[in-house]
């Protein structure tokens, strides 16, 4: 069974930082693209960034120059460094293993942690 573990999330005040780590496990192939999910409260669940087992990466813009995604492909890691935080980045963050940069059927997602940055 694949499963995605994330770690890191928490309470942070403005302008400090947080590095959320995911580790999939249970599965022998390589996720082609592996990313960071978020859904604040009322809001949809929306990109905050990815990145291809090429090293090709994708940012939203409300975190560009924030937030930097790292991975080690060979164990299905993957990183979310995160700088300079905002109260609008409050929310459930969510790891996403699979095939493309579109969301699929077959993905696999994290639990989800939290991020709360206190104004």
């Known amino acids: 069974q694949v499963q995605l573990v994330e770690s890191g999330g928490g309470l942070v005040q403005a302008g400090g930082s947080l590095r959320l780590s995911c580790a999939a496990s249970?599965?022998?192939?390589?996720?082609?693209?592996m990313g960071w999910y978020r859904q604040a409260p009322g809001k949809q669940r929306e990109l905050v960034a990815g990145?291809?087992?090429?090293?090709?990466?994708k940012y939203a813009d409300a975190v560009k120059g924030r937030f930097t995604i790292s991975r080690v492909t060979a164990k299905n890691t993957v990183y979310l460094q995160m700088n300079s935080l905002k109260s609008e980045d409050t929310a459930v963050y969510y790891c996403?293993?699979?095939?493309?940069?579109?969301?699929?059927?077959?993905?696999?997602w994290g639990q989800g942690t939290q991020v709360t940055v206190s104004s």
């Open positions: 249970g599965t022998i192939f390589v996720m082609n693209v």
């Open positions: 996403k293993g699979g095939l493309s940069w579109t969301v699929q059927k077959s993905d696999y």
């Open positions: 990145i291809t087992t090429g090293g090709s990466t």
